[in-house]
Protein backbone atom coordinates (compact mmCIF):
# COMPACT_ATOMS: atom_id res chain seq x y z
CA UNK A 1 0.00 0.00 0.00
CA UNK A 2 1.17 3.46 -0.89
CA UNK A 3 -1.96 5.20 0.66
CA UNK A 4 -4.14 5.49 3.35
CA UNK A 5 -7.14 3.61 2.09
CA UNK A 6 -4.87 0.61 0.24
CA UNK A 7 -3.10 0.44 3.80
CA UNK A 8 -7.12 -0.07 4.99
CA UNK A 9 -7.29 -2.85 2.49
CA UNK A 10 -3.68 -4.90 3.17
CA UNK A 11 -5.03 -4.23 7.17
CA UNK A 12 -7.88 -5.94 6.66
CA UNK A 13 -6.36 -9.09 4.81
CA UNK A 14 -3.63 -9.57 7.26
CA UNK A 15 -6.33 -8.96 10.10
CA UNK A 16 -4.82 -6.29 11.55
CA UNK A 17 -8.01 -4.53 11.45
CA UNK A 18 -9.62 -4.19 15.06
CA UNK A 19 -12.15 -6.12 16.25
CA UNK A 20 -12.03 -7.83 12.65
CA UNK A 21 -10.51 -11.60 11.88
CA UNK A 22 -8.37 -12.35 8.37
CA UNK A 23 -10.96 -13.79 6.11
CA UNK A 24 -11.28 -17.25 5.36
CA UNK A 25 -10.56 -17.04 1.37
CA UNK A 26 -9.43 -13.80 -0.64
CA UNK A 27 -11.37 -13.85 -4.25
CA UNK A 28 -9.35 -11.98 -6.75
CA UNK A 29 -11.21 -10.65 -9.53
CA UNK A 30 -9.03 -10.05 -12.80
CA UNK A 31 -9.93 -9.08 -16.27
CA UNK A 32 -9.17 -11.57 -18.82
CA UNK A 33 -8.76 -8.86 -21.64
CA UNK A 34 -6.15 -7.66 -19.19
CA UNK A 35 -4.34 -10.18 -17.85
CA UNK A 36 -1.07 -9.61 -17.11
CA UNK A 37 -2.13 -6.25 -15.52
CA UNK A 38 -4.47 -7.92 -13.04
CA UNK A 39 -1.77 -10.43 -12.48
CA UNK A 40 0.18 -7.89 -10.35
CA UNK A 41 -2.39 -7.69 -7.76
CA UNK A 42 -2.91 -11.08 -7.46
CA UNK A 43 0.40 -11.91 -7.19
CA UNK A 44 0.67 -9.18 -3.90
CA UNK A 45 -2.65 -11.05 -2.74
CA UNK A 46 -0.71 -14.46 -2.64
CA UNK A 47 2.35 -13.37 -1.13
CA UNK A 48 0.26 -13.04 1.55
CA UNK A 49 0.02 -16.64 2.00
CA UNK A 50 -4.12 -16.72 2.42
CA UNK A 51 -6.41 -18.98 0.81
CA UNK A 52 -6.66 -17.62 -2.64
CA UNK A 53 -9.03 -18.21 -5.86
CA UNK A 54 -8.64 -16.14 -9.33
CA UNK A 55 -12.03 -15.65 -10.59
CA UNK A 56 -11.28 -14.92 -14.48
CA UNK A 57 -14.02 -12.41 -15.41
CA UNK A 58 -14.91 -11.09 -18.72
CA UNK A 59 -14.22 -14.40 -20.48
CA UNK A 60 -16.85 -13.38 -22.75
CA UNK A 61 -15.45 -10.04 -23.62
CA UNK A 62 -12.22 -11.86 -24.28
CA UNK A 63 -13.57 -14.36 -26.83
CA UNK A 64 -14.86 -11.79 -28.90
CA UNK A 65 -11.48 -9.58 -28.65
CA UNK A 66 -10.18 -12.81 -29.87
CA UNK A 67 -7.93 -13.24 -26.49
CA UNK A 68 -7.78 -16.85 -25.51
CA UNK A 69 -6.86 -17.33 -21.69
CA UNK A 70 -5.70 -20.63 -20.40
CA UNK A 71 -7.19 -21.18 -17.14
CA UNK A 72 -5.82 -24.69 -16.42
CA UNK A 73 -2.28 -23.65 -17.05
CA UNK A 74 -2.57 -20.23 -15.71
CA UNK A 75 -3.99 -22.27 -11.97
CA UNK A 76 -1.30 -24.46 -12.32
CA UNK A 77 1.74 -21.50 -12.62
CA UNK A 78 -0.08 -19.29 -9.88
CA UNK A 79 -0.85 -23.02 -7.45
CA UNK A 80 -4.06 -21.68 -7.31
CA UNK A 81 -8.01 -22.42 -8.26
CA UNK A 82 -8.50 -20.24 -11.24
CA UNK A 83 -12.10 -20.03 -12.35
CA UNK A 84 -13.58 -18.97 -15.72
CA UNK A 85 -16.53 -16.17 -15.04
CA UNK A 86 -18.81 -13.50 -17.64
CA UNK A 87 -20.38 -11.85 -14.49
CA UNK A 88 -22.63 -9.97 -16.76
CA UNK A 89 -24.34 -12.77 -17.61
CA UNK A 90 -24.23 -14.99 -14.57
CA UNK A 91 -21.41 -17.87 -16.07
CA UNK A 92 -19.26 -19.44 -13.31
CA UNK A 93 -21.07 -18.01 -11.02
CA UNK A 94 -21.82 -21.36 -9.59
CA UNK A 95 -18.51 -22.84 -9.82
CA UNK A 96 -16.73 -19.94 -7.89
CA UNK A 97 -19.28 -20.36 -5.02
CA UNK A 98 -17.90 -23.92 -4.92
CA UNK A 99 -14.57 -22.93 -4.82
CA UNK A 100 -15.35 -20.62 -2.18
CA UNK A 101 -16.62 -23.12 0.02
CA UNK A 102 -14.16 -25.24 -0.62
CA UNK A 103 -11.00 -23.04 -0.37
CA UNK A 104 -7.32 -24.24 -1.26
CA UNK A 105 -4.73 -23.95 1.87
CA UNK A 106 -2.71 -21.06 1.93
CA UNK A 107 -1.27 -19.76 -1.19
CA UNK A 108 2.75 -20.02 -1.30
CA UNK A 109 3.61 -16.83 -2.90
CA UNK A 110 4.88 -16.43 -6.61
CA UNK A 111 8.62 -16.64 -7.52
CA UNK A 112 10.09 -13.15 -8.50
CA UNK A 113 13.19 -12.12 -7.84
CA UNK A 114 14.48 -8.60 -6.07
CA UNK A 115 17.73 -6.75 -7.36
CA UNK A 116 20.52 -8.22 -5.23
CA UNK A 117 21.41 -5.04 -3.45
CA UNK A 118 17.82 -4.72 -2.62
CA UNK A 119 17.72 -8.74 -1.59
CA UNK A 120 20.61 -8.48 0.33
CA UNK A 121 19.47 -5.04 2.41
CA UNK A 122 16.30 -6.97 3.52
CA UNK A 123 17.90 -10.07 5.11
CA UNK A 124 18.58 -7.73 8.28
CA UNK A 125 15.37 -6.22 8.46
CA UNK A 126 13.36 -9.43 7.83
CA UNK A 127 15.24 -10.83 10.86
CA UNK A 128 13.83 -7.98 13.09
CA UNK A 129 10.11 -8.44 12.31
CA UNK A 130 7.93 -10.05 15.40
CA UNK A 131 7.96 -13.56 15.59
CA UNK A 132 4.44 -13.95 14.46
CA UNK A 133 4.71 -12.45 11.16
CA UNK A 134 4.57 -15.75 8.97
CA UNK A 135 7.75 -17.12 7.43
CA UNK A 136 6.59 -16.52 4.01
CA UNK A 137 5.24 -13.23 4.27
CA UNK A 138 8.42 -11.74 5.63
CA UNK A 139 9.52 -10.24 2.70
CA UNK A 140 7.09 -8.72 1.74
CA UNK A 141 6.43 -6.72 5.07
CA UNK A 142 10.16 -6.12 5.16
CA UNK A 143 10.40 -4.98 1.44
CA UNK A 144 6.72 -2.92 2.29
CA UNK A 145 8.13 -0.74 4.74
CA UNK A 146 11.45 0.09 3.09
CA UNK A 147 9.11 1.19 0.36
CA UNK A 148 5.62 2.40 1.82
CA UNK A 149 5.42 5.09 4.53
CA UNK A 150 1.95 4.01 5.46
CA UNK A 151 3.48 0.25 6.28
CA UNK A 152 6.31 1.61 8.02
CA UNK A 153 4.00 3.59 10.45
CA UNK A 154 2.40 0.08 11.02
CA UNK A 155 5.77 -0.52 12.82
CA UNK A 156 6.53 2.56 15.13
CA UNK A 157 4.83 1.25 17.97
CA UNK A 158 4.45 -2.42 17.36
CA UNK A 159 8.22 -3.19 16.21
CA UNK A 160 10.23 0.23 17.11
CA UNK A 161 13.91 -1.68 16.50
CA UNK A 162 12.51 -2.84 12.69
CA UNK A 163 11.03 1.03 12.06
CA UNK A 164 14.70 2.28 13.40
CA UNK A 165 16.61 -0.33 11.17
CA UNK A 166 14.39 0.46 8.15
CA UNK A 167 14.70 4.16 8.33
CA UNK A 168 18.75 3.52 8.37
CA UNK A 169 18.37 1.03 5.28
CA UNK A 170 16.30 3.25 3.45
CA UNK A 171 19.76 6.14 3.95
CA UNK A 172 21.61 3.77 2.74
CA UNK A 173 19.64 2.68 -0.35
CA UNK A 174 19.05 6.39 -1.18
CA UNK A 175 23.00 6.61 -1.40
CA UNK A 176 23.08 4.16 -3.59
CA UNK A 177 22.60 4.02 -7.47
CA UNK A 178 20.17 1.25 -6.68
CA UNK A 179 16.38 2.33 -7.51
CA UNK A 180 15.16 0.47 -4.22
CA UNK A 181 11.76 1.80 -4.61
CA UNK A 182 11.42 -0.19 -7.74
CA UNK A 183 12.51 -3.00 -6.74
CA UNK A 184 9.07 -4.46 -6.26
CA UNK A 185 7.37 -3.51 -9.36
CA UNK A 186 10.34 -4.78 -11.80
CA UNK A 187 10.29 -7.98 -9.98
CA UNK A 188 6.84 -8.39 -9.70
CA UNK A 189 6.58 -7.53 -13.27
CA UNK A 190 9.52 -9.97 -14.63
CA UNK A 191 7.74 -12.89 -13.33
CA UNK A 192 3.88 -11.72 -14.55
CA UNK A 193 5.51 -11.51 -18.38
CA UNK A 194 6.41 -14.57 -18.57
CA UNK A 195 3.15 -16.16 -16.88
CA UNK A 196 0.29 -13.99 -18.85
CA UNK A 197 2.28 -15.05 -22.06
CA UNK A 198 1.52 -18.91 -21.27
CA UNK A 199 -1.44 -18.42 -19.74
CA UNK A 200 -2.90 -16.03 -22.81
CA UNK A 201 -2.28 -15.57 -25.99
Excluded at 22 to 31: N, R, S
Excluded at 52 to 71: H, R, Y
Aim: hydrophobic share 50%.
Amino acid sequence: PKSIDERVAFDALVGRSEGEPPPDVVVCVIDATYLERNLYLVSQVLDLGLPTVVALNMTDAAAEAGIAVDAALLSARLEVPVVETAARVGEGVDALRAAVLDPPGAAQGVGWDLMPGVAEALGPLMALLPADVPAGRRRFEALGALTSDPLLDAWTSRAPTFHAAVLATRAEMEASPEPYKMAEMTGRYGWISPVAGGGGR
